[in-house]
C-alpha cells in the first residue's frame, strides 16, 4: 500500500490519537495497566528504552537474513526454489544456538557481577554482529555467515536476561507484574515496528536500481520490452515475498503473460533456472542491506547508551527490602502511607 496512502496516514493518525487518549486514561484509573509513575525509576526507564531499541533490530534483521537466504544464496547455490524455506530455517540455526547458550549463562553472571556491565557488552556485540553482516558480499562463506549470527544470538542472550533482571530489580514488589508486562510492551511492540521500519529501508534501497536492472535483464533474455518494463515497475516487495514464499519470482511473473511459450529453449531455462533472478538483484539487494544493517548498528549502539545511563550495576549486594525496610521509590509503592 506504500506510505503514502491516504488509509495508511489515516490509520498511523488514528493510532497515534488513540495512544494518546490511553495515556491520558491511565493516569486517571485507580488500577491502571500501564503505571507511568515507573518511569521515574531511572533504571526501568532505560532498561526499556534499551530492550525496544534491541528489538526493533533483532525483529527486522531475522526477516532481511531470511529472504537473503531464500531469494539469494540458496537458489545460487544449487537449492530448489520450493526447499529453500525449510534450508533457510535450517541454516539460520546457528543465530538461535547462540540465543540458548548465552541466556541462561547471562542470567547467571548477571546475579553475581551485576547488570549493566553485561547488558552493556551485549548491546555492542549485537551492533558489531550487524557491521560484519555489512560487509559480507552476498554470496558469502555460509561458515562466516554462521559465525556472525551465532555471535548476533549471544549478544541478544547477553542483553536479555541482565537487561529484563535490571529491569525487574528497580520496581519495588508489590508492582513488578506491572513492570514485567510494561517490558513485554516494549519488546513486542518493537518487534512488530521492526518489520515496517527494516522492510521500509529495504525496498528503499531496492526501489533506486531495481526497476532498471530487473527491465534489462529480461530483455536481454528476449523478454518484450514493454512486458519487462511492466515486470520491473512492480513494487520491489513483490520479488521479495516470491523469494520468500518458495516460488521463483520470474517465472511466477512472466508466465501468466504466455511469453515463456514464445522464447527459445535456452532464454527459458535461464529464466527460469535458479540463477538468473539471484544474479539481477545481487546489486541492488546489497544495496539495500547496507541500509538495514546500518540502521540496526546504529540501533544497537543507542540501546548500548541507554544501558550505560540505566545507572549502577544491581549486584549480588543487592536484596529486595523486608516488610519494615523502606525501598527506594517506596512513597510511590506505598501511596496509602
Request: proline share 7%; aromatic share 10%; charged share 5%.
Amino acid at each position: 500500500m506504500g506510505w503514502t496512502n491516504p488509509l495508511v496516514d489515516m490509520l498511523i493518525a488514528g493510532g497515534l490519537l488513540l495512544l494518546a487518549a490511553f495515556v491520558v486514561i491511565e493516569n486517571r484509573v485507580s488500577a491502571p495497566m500501564i503505571q507511568l509513575s515507573l518511569f521515574r525509576q531511572r533504571a526501568f526507564t532505560f532498561g526499556n528504552l534499551a530492550g525496544l531499541a534491541i528489538s526493533i533490530g533483532r525483529g527486522g534483521m531475522q526477516f532481511v537474513l531470511i529472504i537473503w537466504l531464500q531469494g539469494i544464496w540458496l537458489p545460487l547455490h544449487g537449492y530448489d526454489y520450493g526447499d529453500t524455506p525449510l534450508w533457510a530455517g535450517i541454516f539460520m540455526l546457528p543465530l538461535t544456538a547462540g540465543f540458548l547458550a548465552a541466556g541462561p549463562v547471562s542470567g547467571y553472571l548477571s546475579d553475581r557481577l551485576g547488570s549493566r556491565g553485561l547488558a552493556t557488552g551485549g548491546a555492542v556485540l549485537f551492533g558489531a554482529s550487524f557491521l560484519g553482516l555489512m560487509c559480507l558480499p552476498i554470496d558469502f562463506s555460509y561458515w562466516i555467515f554462521a559465525v556472525l549470527i551465532a555471535l548476533n544470538g549471544i549478544a541478544s542472550g547477553m542483553f536479555a536476561s541482565p537487561n529484563s533482571s535490571s529491569i525487574m530489580g528497580s520496581v519495588p514488589a508489590r508492582l513488578r507484574g506491572v513492570a514485567s508486562g510494561m517490558r513485554a510492551t516494549f519488546q513486542n511492540s518493537g518487534t512488530a515496528v521492526s518489520i515496517g521500519v527494516f522492510f521500509s529501508l529495504m525496498i528503499a534501497g531496492l526501489a533506486g536500481s531495481l526497476p532498471h536492472t530487473l527491465t534489462a535483464g529480461l530483455q536481454q533474455q528476449g523478454v518484450p520490452a514493454h512486458l519487462a518494463a511492466q515486470v520491473g515497475g512492480l513494487p520491489p516487495v513483490s520479488s521479495l515475498f516470491a523469494a520468500q514464499l518458495g516460488v521463483n519470482p520470474i517465472q511466477h511473473l512472466l508466465q501468466p503473460s504466455g511469453v515463456l511459450t514464445h522464447l527459445t529453449a535456452t532464454q527459458q531455462h535461464t529464466l527460469t533456472g535458479s540463477e538468473f533472478f539471484p544474479t539481477l538483484i545481487s546489486g541492488p539487494f546489497h544495496s539495500g542491506l547496507v541500509i538495514v544493517f546500518a540502521f540496526g548498528a546504529t540501533l544497537a549502539f543507542l540501546a548500548a547508551i541507554a544501558s550505560l545511563l540505566r545507572g549502577a550495576s544491581t549486584g549480588p549486594t543487592a536484596k529486595t527490602p523486608g516488610p519494615r525496610e523502606p525501598a527506594t521509590g517506596d512513597a510511590l509503592a506505598r501511596p496509602d502511607r
